[in-house]
């Protein structure tokens, strides 16, 4: 037990040294350990080694880790937990404010009937999906003859967007090697406001390539359309306190840190402890809310937002 404990620490230290310094911005070990060590389970981690310590009669080491455990514990608190009772929730909603769905269903604990009682029970203007699937043409009849009040679709290499707002244009594009997109151009329902644009994302999980090229590749693209309302929704197997999310940052914001409600984890259910899914919005978009939903039907929570598109005089 003495050993186990040593050991256990060893890989702790290791692992909070990386989180404070390059996280994921250095060598393919690094990145894996930061990747497996989130704060959650760092926090777990020094809870453990408090109890064996114990147990084999190491007292003042023990102390140290229950420490630890909980400044660790306060830290994932802090940042993985969200109370959407802030200033940043607007209590003036109104026919304005549109509600927008991401989800990746493609590792379903149950049939695909299921994801769509949570989606009519949501009833969001806005779904975007990955992994949901062929195009083909069965899969196409199949979401018109479901989801009838959304009268504006594309099912396409693996996506589904269905939409209230009329689409103008759909184009798509590669992340590096490490993913791909669909870019959509909606029609305003108000005339002030410039066409909004959403991107739908996937980032491939290949544990061991950085997703460096990826995110940066991604806000590019979006930064391009920075005059104009967009949101970018996605699964990008990128923990949220990533470095290389650094670029996306200057111009987006994390809608789950802004305005959510809730724990920010999504993957893997049951018990979620990493933050890989997430919807992010640029300046001409006011959050009213955000929350991760918890279900049952696949391995990643559904990230949900309330939003409305600015005008030019509240940007």
Known sequence: MKVLVLLISIFWCLAISIRFTVRDSSSVISTLIFYMSPLILLSLGAFVVFVLAWKVQ???????WLLLSILTGTWCWKTQFQNGTNANRVSKQDQSTKRVLFWNIGDRLWGLEHAINEMRHLDPDLIGLVEA??????MKQFWKQTCPDHPYQVVQNGFVFLSRLPIEDTSAGRLADMGQYLKFSLQSDHPDVRAPAVFLVDIYSKVLKSRKAALEELADQASQLNQQPVLVLGDFNTPGDSV????LRKNFKNSLEIAGDGYLATWPLPVPVLDLDGIWTNEFIELYHAENRWTWV?????VCIEMSFKLPAEK
């Open 133 to 138: 699937g062929a195009d083909s043409a069965e």
């Open 58 to 64: 190491w007292r003042r080491i023990a102390v140290i």
């Open 298 to 302: 696949s391995d990643h929570r559904p």
């Open 244 to 247: 290389h999310f650094d670029p």
